[in-house]
């Protein structure tokens, strides 16, 4: 059965030479990084190599990435280091991040140690400047700003350099989670001043349970995960190294090829938008896609209709895989936070279809073909 694969700001397919690269790692170094023998300094080495390609590409300092399971723990580690060791009192975040950095936000608030403020967003998922500086002003303590570069559900997406900035004038730390853009956009952390960074591979072609963490050197923090001196004393536990080698390889393609990427997937994801709308009626797209959002990322809004309810399951027996949201809750039945949070109509149905490279024309051809048989009230009109 032919399968469509548009869920990839959940996960993406290992590029084969992410795969060649891992494999090659499996096969001939199978020493532990931390041993002093031979084969434990050939692992250290490809190790460190790794690390200097992730450091390269963002423009750090090799002693400022360190490798972890993935964007939640980077962003976990980012938060609860900063309130534990830096003497952050309050963070300035948004109602639309990641559940990983909400959640950790809810814990930091619970233990009492730090304030949580949310700054406004707008009604497509911008957040509003003029209101995070109007936070800023105030007298609060040691303030840490978390906001992430593009919203994984509706794709919206901050300035870094302009928030950067704002935390760099009234004297803040900046967080941000890269995940969704890590290998999509060009980061440089040596040009725009940003105290933390997370990164997972999996969203940028590489394998699943690896990333890294970014840590400007003006922040001294202690480990997240203790254990033995591994990550230079910063992460207890022996490294995923085949995933390291493919996270390396996998943004080593991401930056190569950066241009074209892009290029192909506009290309195809605006095809996609333009499909809809001329043959859904009372199609609606969240957020911001075609002006500030990530171009591989389409949220699309459907009438609530009898046949819509499971329009997410009937399209995967369709052979279309999307999602309502972010897959890390797609377990529950709550709604989407974010949508909520913009204001949306909580009775329409929201399907996030996300694109790589691999997505083609005709594949949007044959989405569209089963949408059309799926839902009610298919036009035939122009797009006007």
Known sequence: MKRVFLDNAATTALHPEVIDAMVEA???????????????????????????????????????????????????????????????????????????????????????????????????????????????????????????????????????????????????????????????????????????????????????????IYINKENIVRPFVDGGSQ??????????????????????????????????????????AEQLQQYIEGILFNGDPFERGHYKVLSASFPASSKSDLLLLNLDVEGISASGGSACSSGADAGSHVIAALGGDMTRITVRFSFSDLNTREEVDFVIEKLRKLLPAAKEMAIV
């Open 26 to 212: 499996m096969d001939g170094r199978y020493g532990n990084p931390s041993s002093i023998h031979a084969e434990g300094r050939a692992a250290r080495a490809a190790l460190e190599q790794a690390r200097k390609t992730v450091a390269r590409f963002i423009g750090a300092s090799i002693g400022e990435v360190f490798f972890t399971s993935g964007g939640t723990e980077s962003n976990n580690m980012a938060l609860k280091c900063a309130v534990r060791d830096l003497g952050v009192v309050r963070i300035i975040s948004s109602p639309t991040e990641h559940h990983c950095v909400l959640h950790s936000l809810e814990a930091i608030e619970r233990s009492g140690k730090a304030r949580i403020d949310f700054v406004n967003i707008d009604a497509k998922g911008h957040i509003v400047v003029s209101h995070l500086e109007t936070l800023l002003q105030q007298d609060a303590g040691k303030t840490l700003v978390s906001l992430m570069h593009s919203n994984n559900e509706i794709g919206s997406m901050i300035d870094l350099d302009e928030i950067a900035a704002l935390c760099q004038r009234y004297n803040a730390l900046f967080h941000t989670d890269t995940v969704q853009t890590m290998g999509f956009f060009p980061i440089n952390v040596s040009q725009t001043p940003i105290s933390f960074l997370s990164g997972s591979a999996h969203k940028f072609h590489g394998p699943k349970g690896v990333g890294f």
């Open 231 to 272: 990550e230079r004393n910063m992460r207890g536990g022996t490294e995923n190294f085949y995933g390291i080698i493919g996270l390396a390889k996998a943004l080593q393609i991401a930056y190569d090829n950066m241009d074209n990427t892009r290029r192909q997937i506009t290309e195809v994801r605006n095809y996609f």
